[in-house]
T-cell receptor
Framework: KAGVTQTPRYLIKTRGQQVTLSCSPISGHRSVSWYQQTPGQGLQFLFEYFSETQRNKGNFPGRFSGRQFSNSRSEMNVSTLELGDSALYLC????????????????FGAGTRLSVL | AQSVSQHNHHVILSEAASLELGCNYSYGGTVNLFWYVQYPGQHLQLLLKYFSGDPLVKGIKGFEAEFIKSKFSFNLRKPSVQWSDTAEYFCAVRSNFGNEKLTFGTGTRLTIIP
């Protein structure tokens, strides 16, 4: 079974631009979560989607948004990029059968490394 | 709000030494606990998890962790480390209901000297 796939692997953008990152979860997984990883802040939760609905959101500005499609694939968008948005963005998927959380495990993709110049 | 503390930022050990990495969390309710590992150039992988039951859990590659509820701790141990254990280790906590949000510690970089 294929793992979590994130595209692209690397991105270089300039300040003020916007970017869209894509995540394909493991087949059959219905929950997708996004995290930002930086050397200074570590791994920070961005948001989680389940059945095309955002179920939780971390403490990030409104420039960070996401969505989930009916096939569970997810995208996250960052508008008006700032230098501080340079980070590794990780996507994780979990089975979440019937929306039940218990014993769910998140499986992570390799990430998209975003550099903002 | 949940928080996780990993007090060891960088640990250097020789091969065959024993390992213990500390993890303390802050949360008032029932939690699920995880240790993830990130090998150089690789993605985050689950080492082990605790949901309920026996507080001593065993994971892959000979790792184990003990959940001590009274101390809000979930320390990772391995009796004899190998060079291939060189990696960054993250402790994470999730509340037992609601949603999938994981709160991570800042990570411990482990370097094993051959």
């Amino acid at each position: 079974k294929a793992g979590v796939t994130q595209t692209p692997r690397y991105l270089i953008k300039t300040r003020g631009q916007q970017v869209t990152l894509s995540c394909s979860p493991i087949s059959g997984h219905r929950s997708v979560s996004w995290y930002q990883q930086t050397p200074g802040q570590g791994l920070q939760f961005l948001f989680e989607y389940f059945s095309e609905t955002q179920r939780n959101k971390g403490n990030f500005p409104g420039r960070f948004s996401g969505r989930q499609f009916s096939n569970s694939r997810s995208e996250m968008n960052v508008s008006t990029l700032e230098l501080g948005d340079s980070a590794l963005y990780l996507c994780a998927s979990s089975l979440n059968r019937d929306g039940i959380l218990a014993k769910n495990i998140q499986y992570f993709g390799a990430g998209t490394r975003l550099s903002v110049l | 709000a949940q928080s996780v503390s990993q007090h060891n930022h960088h640990v250097i050990l020789s091969e065959a030494a024993s390992l213990e990495l500390g993890c303390n969390y802050s949360y008032g309710g029932t939690v699920n606990l995880f240790w993830y590992v990130q090998y150089p150039g690789q993605h985050l992988q689950l080492l082990l998890k605790y949901f309920s039951g026996d507080p001593l859990v065993k994971g892959i590659k000979g790792f184990e962790a003990e959940f001590i509820k009274s101390k809000f701790s979930f320390n990772l141990r391995k009796p004899s480390v190998q060079w291939s254990d060189t990696a960054e280790y993250f402790c994470a906590v999730r509340s037992n209901f609601g949603n999938e949000k994981l709160t991570f510690g800042t990570g411990t970089r482990l370097t094993i000297i051959p």
